[in-house]
């Protein structure tokens, strides 16, 4: 089986097409130009990152360190224990040689940026021969979220064929209008809606209902993931999840802004994919304000907000579509993977809520000093070393609750022993009982048959 892609099937009214990475080659030249130098080095010896100070060092309360400068923030219990460990013989951690890719800037431009290669066609021959990466032999179930801007990069098809060669089934979710999927109505997915992410999940349930299910999302995608886990708690169907440089706080990230050359090239990005479908969504949205728009905030008030059927306030909107808003109802373990460095989301001090990874014993924070915005990329022909972590996590995962399981079917076994010599201690006592109380079982059964 190869990996799939889940599209919205529609009609669509317009002509005009995303054009490959035209706007990302003038956001890199952009970037390049006015590339400020981060200061310090930056890669430094595994000492060094481990013990001297950076712009981690808020986060010093319940830190556990990890190989590579790395960090695990997280709330003690024993599935913490368990992931702790599973990090510290990681190699996927461990430093590597000094490369070029170490600035924050191209970290992430190669992500965004670079071709994205080989895909979903080459999905079968890279399934051959793969491992299988549950030990039960039934291959799990791996859900990717892309960004929220609907661009397809290079990690995301990275991870997928990584997951093949580990034996998973890869699934790719693209929302509405996004990556060439028409729509269905005009009207287009908001920011933290999960609506449609349950009906893919419940398709997948439906067509390996045992198969254990993970899922993975990127960047601004993982609002889409947490608000699904949030809203379903207990009954998201899923074993473990993983977000890579999320976007936690988001209402803050979109009224701040971001540096100008990601703001417009996410910008220009989502006017592409969007012109395509002007004329449907001319009924619904003020379009010509819409393509008028300055900012990723604008862009969003003006598509979900300033609406000609139901308008809404801009506090209204989050209040349905922030990732956190019911992440106390979540019940699935979910490891978010951030950069300190990282140039989309901010430094750590502000992009990441440090009381949720303190509190909630299912989300646990895994922070590096470098690394971009979902770039943690390492010399070629390796992976980045967060899709090594994550399904080493998620195989820790596997093996953890399959021990639980274990453990409980044993005290359940035992209590039911035990329960059995009760009973049988009792017939016979019953059996042996003088014929005084046997009047009194008869009446006792009559009673409750009557």
Known sequence: MGCWVFKLHGEADGTLRPEGVGWSLRTARSLLLLRRPCPGPLVQDHEEEVDGGGPADQFSDRREPLPGGCSLICKPSALAQCLLRVLRRSAALEPGPRSWLSGPH??????????????????????????????????????????????????????CLLALERGYYPVIFHRRGHHGCPLVSPRLQPFGDPSDLKEAV??????????????????????LLLSYLGECGSSSYMTGAACISPVLRCREWFEAGLPWPYERGFLLHQKIALSRYATALENTVHTSKLFRSRSLREFEETLFCHTKSFPISWDTYWDHNDPLRDVDEAAVPVLC????????????????????FHSNPYFFLLL???????????????????????????RALTEFFRMEERMKGLSRHRTSFLGGRRRWGALQKREVSPSSNL???FSWKRSYTR
């Open 106 to 159: 191209l970290q992430t431009l190669c992500h965004f940026v670079l071709p994205v290669g080989p895909g979903p066609e080459l999905a079968r021959p890279c399934a051959r021969d793969r491992r299988v990466s549950n030990a039960g032999g039934l291959p799990a179930v791996l859900l990717v979220i892309p960004n929220a801007w609907g661009r397809l990069t290079r990690n995301v098809l990275g991870l």
């Open 337 to 356: 993977i951030c950069s300190a460095d990282d140039p989309v989301c901010g430094p750590p001090d502000r992009a990441l809520p440090t009381e949720l």
């Open 202 to 223: 419940t398709y997948i349930r439906f067509r390996h209902p045992a198969a254990p299910l993970f899922a993975v999302s990127e960047g601004s995608g993982s609002a």
């Open 439 to 441: 009047e009194e079982i």
């Open 368 to 394: 590096s000093r470098h690394g971009g915005h979902c770039g943690f990329l390492r010399q070629e022909p390796l992976p980045a070393w967060s899709h090594e972590v994550i399904l080493e996590s998620f």
